[in-house]
Structures are given as structure tokens and as C-alpha cells.
Nanobody, 125 residues
Framework: QVQLVESGGGLVQPGGSLRLSCTSS????????IGWFRQAPGKEREAIAC????????HYTDSAKGRFTISRDTAKNAVYLQMNDLEPEDTGVYYC??????????????????WGQGTQVTVSL
């Protein structure tokens, strides 16, 4: 079973940018879909974006608001979430996840059963 590892979180000021990475220790990500999710304090985990492996198509929820971009680098065995113009409301723990499938059919946490440990993103002055 693939193991996912997130990195790239941190403290950033409003309006700033971060790029989160999702990698795997010992397994390839290139043949599976990867979704990004976040969980703010006291709130349910919500979906942000997903990238399919079948055709590289990307899918976003309203939470992405046109400020986030998901991408894949097959040479580096990584999936990224570029986050721009960050707002305090973007604060939370960000997770990458997969269901071992190849197509992002349904972007909801209940569909995904393999999760990383998460990386904290804090947007604050």
C-alpha cells in the first residue's frame, strides 16, 4: 500500500504563497490519482483539488477559489498544491490522499482511504 508524505507547510502572511508537496516513500504516485484536502480547526475535512493519473485532468472545488493549482511531476514522483493569495481562512492541516484509482470521480473525503499525516498551514500576520 502506498504511503503518502506531505511537506511544505508553514507560517505565511496574508497574500503570500506556499507550495505543498505530496510524495511517497517507496511507491510511485504516477499511476494513481491524488487529492488535496484541508481541515480547519473545529471544522470538517474538505476537498480542494484532485489530479487524475489516467489523463492528467485536474478538478477543483469552490474552496480552491481559483487561487490553488494542483500539478504532478512524474520525474520527481510528486504532486504539488500551489497556493497563492492566501487568506487567514486557509489556515488548517493540509492532507494528500488517494483511493488507488486513476480517475477523480468524486471529490469527497469519504471516497479516499489512504492519507498522509498532514502538514500545517497557518496564514497570519
Amino acid at each position: 500500500q502506498v504511503q503518502l508524505v506531505e511537506s511544505g507547510g508553514g507560517l505565511v502572511q496574508p497574500g503570500g504563497s506556499l507550495r505543498l508537496s505530496c510524495t511517497s516513500s517507496g511507491s510511485t504516485l504516477n499511476n494513481i490519482l491524488i487529492g488535496w484536502f484541508r481541515q480547519a480547526p473545529g471544522k470538517e475535512r474538505e476537498a480542494i483539488a484532485c489530479i487524475s493519473s489516467s489523463d492528467g485532468s485536474t478538478h477543483y472545488t469552490d474552496s480552491a477559489k481559483g487561487r490553488f493549482t494542483i500539478s504532478r511531476d512524474t520525474a520527481k514522483n510528486a504532486v504539488y498544491l500551489q497556493m497563492n493569495d492566501l487568506e487567514p481562512e486557509d489556515t488548517g492541516v493540509y492532507y494528500c490522499a488517494t483511493d488507488d484509482g486513476t480517475v477523480c470521480a468524486r471529490l469527497h473525503p469519504v471516497v479516499f482511504d489512504i492519507w498522509g499525516q498532514g502538514t500545517q498551514v497557518t496564514v497570519s500576520l
